[in-house]
């Protein structure tokens, strides 16, 4: 198991690049198996989650070969519609795969995801609303078994705009008969990513960016080349990455107005924000200000970013208050940053942080993904040296981020846990 050694206290300055959005490209490669056709994806990261979900393809017969920046995938022949546990336990947004294979071949097995380490995480709302479309849907030892003759537009209303129903209705929809309508549908720039895709394909969409999204079943489906968008998430990392260090950084390869709420936030914290054609530049000012944020659906405040903020928080002057809406148990990091030198209290759903606290380093346990990166940011502000263990939580999502990092000027290196513990 990896760890990363970081030698906190320099200021981070220059640029950096993103990659393409893993939570674009999971569901894009979930939509692969709607196509008989070729289809390119191009710039897909090298991230864990990713290669899971490449693993799970190919284990129902999908072929894929990387040429450069290519992936040349080719879904035409599928030889089973079952992803295992072996598999799914391992990533949720397995999920997705029922949608497609529902739709293309009326039939899905697809092992429960269960709980994960930030809360129960049902999927109630992608079950219920395939039933709505004609599926049947049956649980059985630890999997949801999916069968209908053919799926039938309908309109759907979620009960809450979740982004994974979302997708995985949008996706049941591109087969369904006639007119397959989702009100009450999440804003994530993803989910537009992912319609732009089946777009790409010939689908029929309307209502892209807006709260209902209405997609026309059809037939037969088109080759296609698609590149998916830059990833908000890593991107608001490095800016705040660059703000806890007091620094000033460039972060290009996204489109700034999927972090405005983001840059917000930063502005009220005193940090300057200037809108680049292809990302965001922060500049710290020095001194950063207690704020208050809430995570809500988009265009709110990501849940996402919620751990890395809150990292931000421990080194501004005054109290913040750092409320999470979407997810039950979100606030692992928390007891982890205390074990720096933060001073958070927890009240419910809220984080109450006073800062800025000094951190002296020590070493800290990775428990999810995000949180893991507030504990990078973390060590970067700290005046010592932290060994941040169980980094495979971070390979997960955000590729090459020590090396990005490094590339600003931050001081960490990549070490095996047993070696220096
Ligand atoms: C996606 C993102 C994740 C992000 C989250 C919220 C991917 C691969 N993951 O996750 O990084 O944190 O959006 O922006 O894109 N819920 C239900 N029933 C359901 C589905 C969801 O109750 O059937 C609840 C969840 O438990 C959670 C909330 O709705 O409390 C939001 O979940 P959702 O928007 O579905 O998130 P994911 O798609 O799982």
Excluded at 222 to 233: L, V, W
Excluded at 264 to 275: C, F, H, P, S, V
Excluded at 312 to 329: H, K
Aim: charge should be neutral.
């Amino acid at each position: 198991m990896d760890k990363l050694v970081i030698n906190g206290g320099v200021k981070l300055v220059g640029e950096v690049e993103v990659s393409r959005a893993k939570n674009a490209y999971l569901p894009i490669l979930a939509g692969v198996l709607l196509s008989d056709q070729k289809i390119e994806l191009v710039d897909v990261p090298n991230l864990r989650d990713i290669r899971t979900m490449w693993q799970l393809l190919n284990n129902l017969g999908v072929k894929t070969e990387v040429v450069g920046n290519i992936t040349h995938v080719d879904a035409s022949n599928v030889t089973s519609q079952e992803a295992t546990y072996e598999l799914v336990k391992t990533m949720r947004a397995s999920i997705f795969v029922l949608g497609p294979l529902l739709s293309r071949f009326k039939r899905a097995k697809v092992s429960l995801p269960g709980g994960c380490a930030i809360g129960t995480r049902p999927i109630d709302l992608h079950l219920k609303n395939l039933e709505k479309m004609g599926a049947k849907i049956v649980m059985q030892n630890g999997y949801v078994e999916a069968t209908c003759d053919q799926l039938i537009g309908t309109k759907l209303v979620l009960d809450f705009p979740s982004v994974g129903a979302t997708e995985n209705l949008l996706m049941a929809g591109v087969f369904a008969k006639g007119v397959t309508t989702i009100g009450n549908a999440a804003l994530e720039p993803e989910i537009d990513d992912l319609a732009h895709f089946l777009q790409s394909m010939g689908v029929e969409i309307e209502g892209i960016g807006t709260k209902t999204l209405k997609v026309t079943g059809l037939e037969k489906l088109k080759p296609t080349r698609y590149r998916a968008i830059g990833d908000r998430i890593e991107a608001g990392t490095y800016l705040m990455a660059g703000l806890i260090t007091g620094g000033d950084v460039k972060v290009r390869g996204f489109n700034p107005a999927h972090l405005a709420n983001v840059t917000d936030k930063l502005r009220e914290m005193g940090a300057t924000i200037n809108e680049l054609p292809d990302g965001l530049h922060a500049i710290s000012n020095g001194e950063l200000k207690g704020i208050d944020a809430t995570t809500e659906p988009f265009p709110g405040f990501p849940t996402d970013l919620q751990a890395q903020m809150m990292a931000l928080m421990t080194q501004a002057t005054g109290t913040s208050v750092m409320t999470e809406n979407i997810f039950e148990n979100r606030f692992m990091h928390v007891p982890e940053l205390v074990r720096l030198g933060a001073s958070i209290k927890l009240k419910g759903n809220s984080a109450i942080v006073k800062g800025p606290s000094k951190f002296a380093g020590a070493p800290v346990m990775c428990t999810d993904l995000r949180a893991s990166a507030a504990l990078v940011l973390a060590a970067l502000a700290s005046s010592g040296t932290t060994d941040v263990l169980r980094v495979y939580h971070l390979d997960r999502g955000y590729e090459k981020l020590d090396e990005k990092l490094m590339g600003l000027g931050a001081r960490i290196e990549r070490a095996r846990e047993n070696e220096m513990i």
